[in-house]
């Protein structure tokens, strides 16, 4: 047994369900503990650790931790020095980008960036910021913000930059968007040194490879059918015509097998349509990975 180890960090908070729910689906059982911050798994050659999402970054580049999943928005605030192995697209609640975007009041007179000009903005993330206010040639007080972010204008702040997927919580606090900062997603994020470690750099892509064929397969499901071989090309004129079906041979001449891959959502339109042109014993199967 190999005596290396990766270190790999885990997003505690928000994401680690998530996340644990997707190493399950790549074929890696992750189990949490409510008193530990060492998730156990059942490879010998990583050793996992809960870190937050916000600190990944800066732990991974220090070579604290090998590689580690947090969020674009996180790698950038922290300035950190990674190596991005891949996007993986998945949240907490959607399959979409989150998005940090600065907020007003409803009824605040700002409309746009520059009518910040010497107006105190909260926020998390203080460096992204800064950084967004700069490029616009504005010049505002940031202030870090605890938490709560959202009710802090107009009282303790009169403009906020926070973190939205859906934007119900801000127009629960009665907030709109003035602008949007930077969208994110997850990435997998490793360390340099151990990007060039022949052994680590190997485990790590095996890794995302199943991580990343696991999101591939979302929505997706596959249709086999036999079909009459002078049916096929009706059959055929059904299917997405960016999809190539495997058709083989049946040892009745006269027939042949097609199986193909299709979204989850096109199957009740499809499906009618091949039993109309021909097709015969369709069966919709589960796909749990697609790796190209």
């Not at 591939?216 to 999809?243: I, S, T």
Request: aromatic fraction near 6%.
């Amino acid at each position: 047994m190999s005596e290396q180890k990766l270190k790999l960090g885990i997003p505690a908070g928000s994401l680690q369900e998530a996340t644990g729910e997707l190493f399950r689906r790549a074929g890696y059982q992750i189990k949490f503990s409510s008193r530990s911050y060492y998730p156990e798994i059942d490879d010998p050659e990583v050793e996992c650790l809960l870190i937050r999402a916000q600190e990944m970054a800066r732990y991974v580049e220090q070579g604290v931790l090998d590689a580690g999943i947090t969020g674009h928005d996180w790698v950038v605030e922290n300035n950190s020095d990674v190596h991005e192995v891949c996007e993986l697209m998945f949240s907490k609640v959607s399959r979409r980008p989150v998005r940090w975007v600065l907020c007003v009041p409803n009824d605040s007179p700002v409309q746009s960036v520059q009518d910040l000009q010497g107006k105190r903005v909260a926020t998390e993330v203080v460096g992204l910021t800064r950084a967004f206010f700069a490029k616009h040639g504005v010049t505002a007080q940031i202030e870090f913000s605890w938490g709560a972010t959202e009710v802090k204008p107009p009282k303790l702040a009169d403009a906020i930059v926070e973190v939205t997927e859906t934007g119900s919580s801000l127009r629960a606090n009665n907030l709109r968007i003035v602008a949007e900062v930077l969208q994110s997603t997850t990435r997998f994020i490793a360390n340099q040194a151990a990007w060039k470690d022949s052994w680590k750099r190997g485990k790590i892509e095996n890794m995302a490879l199943m991580l990343r064929s696991c999101l591939a397969a979302e929505g997706k499901v596959g249709l086999m059918m036999n079909v009459r071989r002078a049916d096929l090309q009706k059959v055929l004129d059904q299917l997405p015509a960016l999809q190539k079906p495997t058709v083989a041979s049946l040892s009745d001449p006269d027939w042949v097998d097609v199986n193909t891959i299709v979204d989850e959502s096109f199957v009740r339109v499809v499906v009618p349509r091949l039993k109309a042109a021909g097709a015969k014993g369709i069966v919709e199967y589960q796909i749990t990975k697609i790796i190209d």
